[in-house]
């Protein structure tokens, strides 16, 4: 059976390819990031199973390694590679004699994943599913690449070699921004665990007057905007202030809608997403991806709809909730 | 209650309003966070490699990469530019605000990772958005940028508010567990049902901020057009 596992081996693999290719030209922070970066794909099953288990080294040595990483990132400059007017004009030229095919392997991942994912519950192998059915999306995904990028070297006639280095050129592009999405998710765990959620939750309801349900439902939403906010996540934020504001005082006090309340209100987290640098896989990665000089570009794109959509969703909940 | 776990969160706004690098800010807020709370080191290393483990899906879409590189050095994003130059009627806004529409129905049906940053918006969206926005005149360099970045801008928010109305995700199961453990019994259709007047909104109003763009645009055409004759 194809488990998700075996697509973060592929991305292990992959880290270290291109931590071997800095090697070679003797960039070594770069060489060292991404070889400790590859060892939660390696080996993070063996991980979190000896976690489980009560073995706690090689979780401790994963956090020594993550400290390492953070040190690194700081160390290293992100890489902006040059682009020469022959490159320009090479590809252009390239453009023009390949044509529309080479939408095809681009258009593939996106479309090999449906399929995937449409085809997976009939697709079996001796009795046992053949993809692990909880993990469809991913592991249709990460094959997805991989079917991809067989089109694409049929289309180009381009060696293997050369999509690992053009796939390395990208990654050390992103540098440190390819990481921070997995960083802040640690945060996000860390805040959890030392009671962060608790405290700005009994801080929000100390401050709010109870007895007016408009007050209340407004605390309710901007609390779930902030705390998306500083933590980067809707799902992180929905908890506390559900069980900080929302239930006990909204839904037990003054008889809103719980299934209206929790649909918009996590909805109303998403706008607090848009808003945040800490949401970096959606607001700083395609800022770096995109080559934008501001890695707030995104977010400055964004705040506007956010801002509006936070409007209307408190407007919808004071005409929904309490009917 | 410890309030001193908060000075974490202290860490960040500091860090990330003094442009630090955002790793390392994001790193040492952690330890803060964890010393704070009166953790032991091992406790906190143990916490923190765990925690960075279980969240390694976060980098999954590294696995386009290669393919995506190889495609560009082949020229797939000039591809993009020429394709959209071949259709005269694609406006910028039209461009968009399809996309925007066909992303937040692919979410609805669970299908939220199939479009993304890294598989479409970088090699082929953000370029035919600078193109349709350049078809009738030259745009400037930061002209360029902000169209690369409303390209972005469309895909999270396309994302974003489809993704509730899908039953089987993880936001609505989220929402259906936590009322679950306090005694409140829903259907999680009935959770996802109250998602789609948000769904609504979100595409009226980022929609009407794409056309908004593209109005100015082409009022700012005329203008450059009598400079242009001026000289």
Sequence with gaps: MLRVEHIYWLVGAFLLVAAFMDARVKRWSAAAFWAVLSIPFLFGDAILAAAQSGVRWPAQAMGVGLIALGVLAARGKLRTHEESPEDDARRRASASKFGNPLFVPALAIPLATVALVLAAPHLRWNGAPLIEPTQATLISLGVACIVALAIGMRITRAPFAESLREGRRLLDALGWAALLPMVLATLGSVFASTGVGDAIAAIVGATIPADNRFACLVAFALGMVAFTVIMGNAFAAFPVMMAGVGLPLLVLKHGANPAVLGAIGMLTGYCGTLLTPMAANFNIVPAVLLELPDQYGVIRAQWPTALILLAVNVLLMWLLVFR | ?231
């Excluded at chain 2, 009627?89 to 996309?99: K, P």
């Excluded at chain 2, 005149?137 to 169209?147: F, K, N, Q, S, V």
């Excluded at chain 2, 509730?164 to 009322?179: C, K, N, S, T, Y």
């Design chain 2, 1 to 231: 209650m410890n309030a001193w776990p908060l000075l974490g969160v202290a860490v960040v706004v500091a860090g990330f309003a003094l442009r630090r690098n955002p790793v390392l800010v994001v790193v040492i807020a952690g330890i803060v966070s964890g010393v704070a709370s009166g953790m032991g080191v091992g406790d906190l290393l143990a916490l923190l490699g765990t925690s960075f483990a279980s969240n390694r899906v976060l980098l999954l879409f590294t696995l386009t990469l290669p393919v995506i590189g190889l495609l560009e050095r082949c020229g797939l994003r000039e591809r993009a530019r020429q394709w959209i130059d071949g259709f005269r009627r694609l406006s910028l806004a039209r461009l968009l605000v399809s996309y925007l529409a066909m992303r937040q129905v692919l979410s609805m049906f669970g299908l939220y990772d199939i479009a993304g940053h890294a598989q479409t918006v970088r090699p082929l969206l953000a370029p035919m958005a600078e193109q349709a926005a350049a078809r009738d005149a030259p745009i400037d360099e930061a002209t360029r940028l902000r169209m690369r970045a409303l390209a972005a801008a469309t895909d999270n928010v396309g994302r974003f508010f489809g993704e509730d109305v899908f039953l089987a995700f993880a936001g609505v199961l989220l929402i259906q567990r936590f009322f679950d453990s306090q005694g409140i019994h829903l259907e999680p259709f009935a959770i996802a049902r109250w998602a789609v007047p948000t769904a609504i909104a979100a595409f009226v109003i980022h929609g009407l901020r794409i056309v908004w763009v593209q109005r100015r645009l082409a009022r700012r055409k005329p203008a450059a057009e009598a400079t242009d004759a001026a000289r």
